[in-house]
């Protein structure tokens, strides 16, 4: 099978595993299929903790601070309504974006890597997963029937089969295929299946940032201009504080996910991800305009699909897992 020149800086030449390494067979991908994906990570746990209690301040603030103590009922509960909806959304987002398996692969692993079947122990159509970790063994060389001359790369890191635009998180500590960057925020890879979530995570971050400023705005002009103990229930020096908080937490968060959005979408309508860009790889796939890249990414024709972070999610299959009981993460 011919090869492409970057494959060969990405990727050691090692032997393949034997048959008795040990490796950890629990990862197999039918026992991945049945799990909810989270990466034990001090550091992005704290992270993600961080990012729901900053998400909850505002919400605490704008609520009880700016919106209750209002005299415009209907500005209270429309501004109300409309905050705690993108708060909701963001944060459904953010736990899709963090508990999605960053990757999807069907039972062929790469069409330009290898054509050949993997079935899995359940003879099942899919394989939801990242790169199966130390699948590179001698015997599940011998499965794939390969023919004479074909090549197949092994990641010695992770002693998996690797296949094409698939790199190594040292955190998550597997081969992710697309992977576009680990995200501490999300704790957790930005790749093929979960950049979807990750894209609106960024987009309903950045507007309830936009919708608390505004908000700030109109506040600090209706304390200034009548008296500041009628505009709110607390002190005015806690609400100054409170309010120049939020500001900071605003701005900043804007500021981030606005340029993280941009760049999200600009990736997307190139068909390259950002570890791609950066290492300046050639492509060796063919890349889909610019329309269909969102498309593939975000599901189907433009719907409110698009913008929903509950589409596809399923409660009926989790309680059907948690009747079974079982590990329920794959780490």
């Not at 034997?18 to 704290?46: K, L, P, Q, T």
């Not at 062929?108 to 063994?137: C, R, W, Y």
């Amino acid at each position: 099978m011919q090869s492409s020149g970057h494959r060969f800086r990405d990727v050691e030449h090692h032997p393949l595993l034997a048959e008795n390494d040990s490796y950890d067979s629990s990862s197999s991908e039918a026992d991945m299929a049945e799990r909810v994906w989270f990466i034990r990570d001090g550091c992005g746990m704290v992270c993600a903790i961080m990012t729901w209690l900053l998400v909850v301040y505002a919400d605490f603030v704008v609520t009880f601070v700016m919106l209750l103590p209002s005299k415009d009922f209907w500005y209270s509960v429309i501004n109300g309504v409309l905050f705690n909806c993108l708060a909701v959304l963001a944060l459904s987002s953010h736990l899709r974006t963090m508990l999605t398996d960053p990757v999807s692969m069907r039972l062929f692993l790469d069409v330009g890597l290898f054509s050949h079947v993997i079935q899995n122990s359940q003879g099942e159509g899919m394989i939801s997963g990242a790169v199966p970790k130390g699948n590179a063994t001698k015997e599940y060389m011998d499965n794939l029937q390969l023919k004479p001359g074909e090549v197949i790369y092994k990641c010695p890191k992770c002693c998996s089969i690797k296949p094409e635009r698939a790199h190594h998180c040292s955190i998550c500590k597997r081969c992710i295929r697309k992977m576009d960057h680990h995200c501490p925020w999300v704790n957790n890879c930005v790749g093929e299946k979960n950049q979807r979530f990750f894209v609106l995570f960024t987009m309903y971050i950045a507007l309830i940032s936009a919708h608390a400023l505004i908000l700030c705005g109109f506040q600090f002009f209706s304390c200034v201009r009548g008296q500041w103990t009628e505009c709110s229930d607390f002190s005015p020096p806690v609400t100054v504080i409170l309010m120049i908080f939020l500001c900071l937490e605003g701005f900043l968060f804007l500021t981030f996910t606005a340029v993280m959005f941009g760049t999200q979408i600009h990736s997307i309508c190139n068909d390259e991800t950002e570890i791609e860009r950066l290492k300046s790889e050639k492509p060796t796939w063919e890349r889909r305009l610019r329309w269909e890249g969102m498309k593939s990414v975000f599901g189907g024709q433009p719907s409110l699909l698009w913008i929903n972070p509950f589409a596809g999610f399923r409660i009926r299959r989790l309680l059907l897992r948690a009747k079974k009981g079982g590990p329920e993460f794959s780490v």
